[in-house]
């Protein structure tokens, strides 16, 4: 019976201890005060603790202080006035840009159907002792001098270009004056039809006999002037017009710049093998953009480039770079030319047995 009660006794002061023990750990553990010791590599020292004590305190502050131990965002929470712990709102992240350009505007394709006869027209035409120009009975041209800047002169009334080109040539004449402050250029040849260059050539012949005259004057139908496309300059000097030698610090500016105007001194010293032409320092021929800065670039004359740009198809266009505008440039001999609807396309023919497609593209 004593027994009995001695173990009854026993077994409600283990419950009592044990009640206690775990209310202690509640208290420590939610109070944090309880020190807490590490070893010198950081790890905490009750790893091998035997008694509930031990365990329940180290393990409550264990886990409160590794919460905080690197100081990250993460650990600083904070109880709200209702109990209920604070976590604070992640930064907003910044707007991530875009890693991939734009994609370029796809093009729209149609096909263009050429008449036989625009073969003959444009800009790029290969006019010289082998290839005849008729000169058509629509041809556009205007009267320089209505639409002439102040920047350069006309020896006479009347004198015409190719509509297409007075534009550029007027852009020329007043960068040269804006650079140089001369306005002393004279257009003394233009637009020149058969009747006139049959003069020409006759008065060339009986000054220097046939063979040479035709270095100077083309045959009536060979001559670029009948394109509208070319001018020939003179120098107003003493109240004279002199003849334009494109040399000097002045006058050569023309040699090394026209070709940013779309124009290209068409018979060099360097070049009367291919041309058939005398070297003339005085004639320009406007062929536009871009061909005329990539004949100048590879010191090509045109009938140079005209063969050249022949390697280009549809295919495998060529590809040009200037003044941050790209151009894609090939020739076909077909009259169906498909193109991009949503480009500049400018479509010139040779004078000879195609078409030079030039589509313009930005860069």
Not at 8 to 33: D, E, P, Q
Not at 128 to 134: G, I, K, P, T
Not at 297 to 326: Q, R, T
Request: glycine share 8%; charged share 25%; net charge negative.
């Amino acid at each position: 019976m004593k027994r009995s009660r001695m173990t009854k006794k026993i077994s409600v002061l283990v419950a009592l201890i044990t009640l206690a023990a775990v209310a202690l750990t509640i208290f420590y553990g939610l109070s944090g005060s309880a020190p807490v010791s590490f070893s010198g590599d950081d790890e905490p020292a009750h790893a091998g603790s035997d008694s509930i004590w031990d365990d329940a305190v180290n393990a409550g502050e264990h886990d409160d202080n590794a919460e905080g131990q690197d100081g990250s965002d993460e650990a600083d929470i904070h109880e709200s006035p209702n109990g209920e712990p604070e976590v604070p709102e992640d930064p907003e992240e910044p707007e991530e840009e875009d890693e991939y350009p734009e994609e370029p505007e796809e093009d729209i394709l149609i096909t263009l159907l050429m008449e036989p006869s625009d073969i003959f027209k444009g800009s790029l035409l290969l006019i010289n002792h082998n290839h005849r120009y008729d000169i058509p009975g629509d041809a556009d041209l205007v009267i320089i001098e209505e639409h002439m800047t102040t920047s350069y002169r006309v020896e006479r009334e009347g004198m015409m270009v190719c509509r297409s080109i007075i534009g550029p040539l007027n852009e020329m004449m007043d960068a040269f004056y804006e650079e140089k402050g001369r306005a002393t250029v004279t257009i003394i040849s233009a637009f020149r039809g058969y009747e006139r260059q049959r003069e020409l050539l006759d008065e060339y012949t009986e000054l220097m006999g046939r063979t040479e005259a035709l270095r100077w004057a083309a045959r009536p139908g060979h001559s670029e002037h009948h394109a509208g496309l070319a001018v020939d300059f003179g120098v107003l000097a003493g109240g004279s017009v002199r003849t334009f030698q494109g040399i000097g610090s002045v006058y050569s500016w023309f040699n090394y710049n026209a070709h940013r105007f779309g124009f290209i001194l068409r018979y060099t010293e360097e070049k009367t093998r291919i041309t058939g032409v005398a070297h003339e320092p005085w004639h320009f021929r406007f062929i536009g953009m871009p061909h005329s800065y990539i004949m100048f670039e590879n010191g090509l004359c045109l009938e140079e480039y005209i063969d050249f740009i022949k390697e280009y198809g549809p295919e495998n266009s060529y590809i040009a770079d200037y003044d941050g505008v790209m151009y894609e440039i090939f020739f076909t001999r077909e009259l169906e030319i498909t193109v991009p609807e949503n480009r500049d396309v400018t479509i010139s023919g040779n004078n000879i047995d195609g078409f030079v497609v030039t589509i313009e593209r930005n860069s």
